[in-house]
């Protein structure tokens, strides 16, 4: 069925096109053949009765005379008025066209030849304004048929869409016998036969669409089968008829059939059902024009009786005018039938705009609408091509006039002079145009002028709100005043990421709103303002606010930050494409106002985090600090210094002095890998574990109590995380040093002969593996000897030019300062360090220095 429809609307598509652009050509033909008689076709006795001949015409040159009766021409019999049509107002000046007579008191018929002459300009126009007033009239079906077609096209499964179509197929159509008598041979048949179907359909069909459209009138309602009546009659007599006329190729067998009181009563009953059929359609607009229709119904009802009151009533009237004053339509004064006869073109618009929109404006809003179009919006582009046109004309006349011998260059070089005028216009008036069409809209435009304005003041002041509640407000007084909405709902996202209801959405409105993916795509490709679309009807957004109209607020990323939902307006107009330009301009300022809301409240998060943050390290940079030791206990052989400069406020360096007792003393530096505050709590897990161990090292072995230490760390940490350790157990009365190097940088022991000696690895870093061998050594101390242990940031820190300190420079610190106070040699180190590794620390420099005395 549907492609049956498809099927249908190209065939009748078509036929319209072809019929409207046949009628077109042929009633544009300015006839060039003249004879010159008046006549009139007597269809019964197959002759033309010749009225008048015009004096000094073709006519009357070869003979004719009135009262003469022509009964073939060229030989062929007039059957039907077609033959004298092809030979005489088809013919061209010049040719010979041979007509046979019967006259009065001549026995016989006879044959005589005139020479066709040209024929007089028949044009009602004479001046140039005219000319251009007829010009649309010359096209006079083509409206129709465009209507009918593009309305076809949208709606080929709408029944009211194909009776619209198949009444303009009706209105564009032509008197049969004209018809006829213009067309050539090879279409004549389905000219003639299109005229007569259409034509005679339209009535039936005219009543039917208004009786249904744009809902059931009360007269529908109450006799409901009277349309399908209408149809069924009108297609049982019209349809043999146009197929009989299409078979023929005139309408004249047909008439034949009857007597001459029969086609009276024929064209009577004709004219009755006409007439009847029309008035019926009136009666069931003027009924949906009630107020207790539905009010789209309704509004489309009266758009239709204005339509039809502007379009036909004149015409009506000029009609009515003609038969009080027995005068032809042509007759009569040019300015009086043709602005009538451009007015009923708008009727076919008119009423193709009311089938295809589902929402139509009222008729005095289409109106101001429309002329505020005219003379606000495209006032200047229409007042720069008049004036262009203006002065093309002003040339082509002047240099015509005054110099005669270059009338062949005025033409063109008139229009060189007024495209020259008009770019200048242009180009020069802008800024007077802009002025001057702000005082005509604000003049006669009020409303729309004022909603143009505080729409542009939303816009800018949509910048400077400082929270969502405020921008809320702003939007909802500002959009209230300048389009009255009957329902506004405002979402906009939250700082879980969420659309939330703000300001005073209506009661039904969900808290929060969550958008399908399909729509979310849509504004993020297209994001202008518009009507609800299928998927969005389902949700409650339709229950909301009606989704009249959506506005996506976009960020500079295109990602939705919030959702206008806007309501039908109070005054029932849809919303201008003016309107959503405006909307759209003030959804992007509101979108990056959010946007720059949205991105201050991530920066207070996140400074507020960073404060926090910052908060929680100096506590546990004090708590590390605690970790060192602070009180150390006395020897009796050695004093010894520990200093742990970290490169952040937390570090992975640790070292310690554990009093072991009975004269033992214990010397811990440790350095865990990585750095912060990760690195930090894993120093403070070793460091706990050191301490819990070091009271058993007066029962066990060192190695066995550094493998338990090895297992706890690894247990506790993960696989890529390790610390590399020393550990020494000095005894203060034998003076020798027991030690483990787990993976740390070999320290230095400075003899005091100056020899330097190194304290290799003697086991793998501490947490790598829980399989884990360890052993130790053993060295003497004596007086005068240093010990130095030390982090890799003080040998491994890199100058800017990256080189690294090294052990050379650190050998060179320590012996410098080597016989001074232990708390200036490490000062010494440090700052030797630290120079040399400039503004930017990398890495944690721990250092603990043991002399013997």
């Known amino acids: 069925?549907?492609?049956?429809?498809?099927?249908?609307?190209?065939?009748?598509?078509?036929?319209?096109?072809?019929?409207?652009?046949?009628?077109?050509?042929?009633?544009?033909?300015?006839?060039?053949?003249?004879?010159?008689?008046?006549?009139?076709?007597?269809?019964?006795?197959?002759?033309?009765?010749?009225?008048?001949?015009?004096?000094?015409?073709?006519?009357?040159?070869?003979?004719?005379?009135?009262?003469?009766?022509?009964?073939?021409?060229?030989?062929?019999?007039?059957?039907?008025?077609?033959?004298?049509?092809?030979?005489?107002?088809?013919?061209?000046?010049?040719?010979?066209?041979?007509?046979?007579?019967?006259?009065?008191?001549?026995?016989?018929?006879?044959?005589?030849?005139?020479?066709?002459?040209?024929?007089?300009?028949?044009?009602?126009?004479?001046?140039?304004?005219?000319?251009?007033?007829?010009?649309?009239?010359?096209?006079?079906?083509?409206?129709?048929?465009?209507?009918?077609?593009?309305?076809?096209?949208?709606?080929?499964?709408?029944?009211?869409?194909?009776?619209?179509?198949?009444?303009?197929?009706?209105?564009?159509?032509?008197?049969?016998?004209?018809?006829?008598?213009?067309?050539?041979?090879?279409?004549?048949?389905?000219?003639?036969?299109?005229?007569?179907?259409?034509?005679?359909?339209?009535?039936?069909?005219?009543?039917?669409?208004?009786?249904?459209?744009?809902?059931?009138?009360?007269?529908?309602?109450?006799?409901?089968?009277?349309?399908?009546?209408?149809?069924?009659?009108?297609?049982?007599?019209?349809?043999?008829?146009?197929?009989?006329?299409?078979?023929?190729?005139?309408?004249?067998?047909?008439?034949?059939?009857?007597?001459?009181?029969?086609?009276?009563?024929?064209?009577?009953?004709?004219?009755?059902?006409?007439?009847?059929?029309?008035?019926?359609?009136?009666?069931?607009?003027?009924?949906?024009?009630?107020?207790?229709?539905?009010?789209?119904?309704?509004?489309?009802?009266?758009?239709?009786?204005?339509?039809?009151?502007?379009?036909?009533?004149?015409?009506?009237?000029?009609?009515?005018?003609?038969?009080?004053?027995?005068?032809?339509?042509?007759?009569?004064?040019?300015?009086?039938?043709?602005?009538?006869?451009?007015?009923?073109?708008?009727?076919?618009?008119?009423?193709?705009y009311a089938v295809v929109k589902h929402r139509v404006l009222e008729f005095s809003v289409l109106v101001r609408r429309s002329a505020r179009y005219v003379l606000v919006q495209r006032g200047f582009v229409l007042l720069s091509l008049v004036l262009s046109l203006a002065v093309t004309a002003l040339f082509v006349t002047t240099i015509s006039r005054v110099l005669p011998r270059l009338t062949d260059a005025a033409l063109p070089t008139g229009i060189a002079a007024g495209t020259l005028f008009g770019l200048a216009l242009v180009r020069t008036g802008g800024a007077v145009a802009t002025r001057v069409t702000r005082r005509i809209d604000r003049a006669f435009f009020r409303s729309a002028y004022d909603a143009r304005r505080v729409l542009e003041e939303l816009a800018q002041q949509a910048g400077s709100v400082q929270d969502r509640d405020e921008l809320a407000a702003l939007i909802d007084g500002q959009l209230k005043e300048a389009l009255h909405p009957c329902q506004l709902a405002i979402y906009l996202r939250d700082r879980a990421g969420l659309l939330q209801a703000f300001g005073p959405c209506p009661s039904d409105s969900p808290p929060v709103l969550e958008v399908p993916q399909a729509l979310l795509r849509q504004f993020e490709s297209d994001p202008r303002p518009s009507g609800a679309p299928p998927e969005v009807r389902a949700l409650p957004l339709r229950r909301v606010a009606d989704a009249e109209c959506l506005v996506p607020m976009l960020s500079r990323r295109r990602q939705l930050v919030g959702l206008l939902l806007l309501g039908p307006r109070l005054s029932d107009e849809p919303y201008s494409s003016e309107d959503k330009a405006l909307l759209a301009s003030m959804a992007g300022h509101a979108g990056g106002a959010l946007e720059n809301l949205m991105l201050a409240e991530q920066m207070a998060e996140r400074i507020e985090a960073d404060r926090r943050a910052a908060q929680e390290v100096q506590i546990a940079a004090e708590v590390q600090r605690r970790l060192l030791p602070v009180k150390t206990t006395t020897m009796a052989t050695v004093e010894f210094i520990g200093r742990c400069v970290q490169a952040r406020s937390v570090g992975g360096d640790y070292y310690d002095f554990l009093d072991l007792g009975r004269g033992r003393l214990g010397l811990v530096l440790a350095d865990v890998s990585g750095k912060g505050l990760y690195a930090a709590l894993l120093m403070a897990h070793l460091q706990a574990s050191v301490r819990s161990l070091a009271g058993r090292v007066a029962s066990e072995d060192l190695v066995d109590l550094l493998g338990s230490l090895n297992r706890s760390f690894a247990e506790s940490t993960a696989g890529n995380h390790f610390a590399t350790l020393f550990f020494g157990l000095y005894d203060d009365d034998q003076r020798r040093l027991r030690y483990a190097n787990c993976g740390h940088q070999p320290p230095f022991l400075l003899r005091a002969s100056g020899v330097v000696e190194r304290l290799p690895v003697t086991a793998g870093a501490v947490g790598f593996f829980v399989d884990w061998a360890c052993a130790t050594a053993e060295v003497a101390i004596a007086p005068g000897d240093l010990l130095v242990l030390f982090s890799d940031g003080v040998t491994e820190a890199m100058s800017p030019g990256g080189d690294e300190f090294g052990e050379s420079r650190l050998l060179e610190a320590l012996t410098a300062e080597r016989h001074g106070p232990l708390n200036e040699v490490v000062d010494r180190v440090v700052t030797a360090v630290r120079a040399f590794g400039g503004v930017e620390q990398s890495d944690d420099l721990t250092l603990v220095i043991v002399r013997a005395h």
């Open 1 to 352: 069925m549907r492609y049956l429809r498809v099927a249908g609307a190209v065939l009748l598509s078509a036929a319209m096109i072809v019929y409207a652009a046949a009628w077109t050509y042929y009633t544009q033909q300015n006839p060039g053949a003249f004879l010159g008689i008046v006549s009139d076709y007597d269809g019964w006795a197959r002759h033309l009765d010749v009225r008048r001949v015009v004096p000094g015409s073709p006519a009357e040159r070869a003979g004719l005379e009135a009262e003469d009766h022509i009964v073939a021409v060229n030989g062929v019999p007039l059957e039907s008025p077609a033959p004298f049509s092809d030979a005489v107002v088809r013919g061209r000046p010049g040719q010979v066209v041979r007509l046979t007579l019967s006259r009065e008191g001549t026995p016989d018929r006879f044959d005589v030849d005139a020479i066709l002459g040209v024929g007089p300009d028949r044009s009602p126009a004479h001046s140039g304004a005219q000319r251009v007033a007829l010009s649309p009239l010359l096209l006079y079906p083509i409206p129709a048929v465009i209507v009918g077609v593009i309305v076809l096209a949208l709606r080929v499964h709408d029944g009211n869409a194909w009776l619209l179509a198949l009444i303009f197929a009706g209105i564009g159509t032509g008197p049969l016998q004209t018809v006829e008598s213009l067309s050539h041979p090879s279409l004549r048949g389905f000219l003639v036969a299109y005229s007569a179907l259409f034509s005679g359909l339209m009535p039936a069909l005219f009543y039917t669409l208004l009786a249904r459209f744009p809902v059931a009138s009360a007269l529908d309602r109450r006799v409901p089968w009277l349309k399908t009546l209408m149809v069924v009659l009108a297609t049982v007599f019209f349809v043999p008829y146009a197929t009989w006329i299409f078979m023929a190729g005139s309408v004249w067998p047909f008439v034949r059939v009857l007597t001459p009181a029969g086609v009276v009563v024929v064209d009577r009953t004709i004219l009755a059902y006409f007439f009847v059929g029309i008035a019926l359609g009136f009666v069931s607009l003027l009924l949906n024009c009630r107020a207790g229709v539905e009010a789209t119904a309704r509004r489309k009802a009266r758009l239709l009786g204005w339509s039809f009151a502007i379009g036909l009533l004149p015409w009506m009237g000029l009609l009515a005018a003609t038969r009080y004053l027995k005068r032809d339509l042509f007759e009569l004064p040019f300015w009086a039938w043709v602005p009538c006869s451009l007015l009923m073109m708008l009727v076919p618009v008119l009423f193709g």
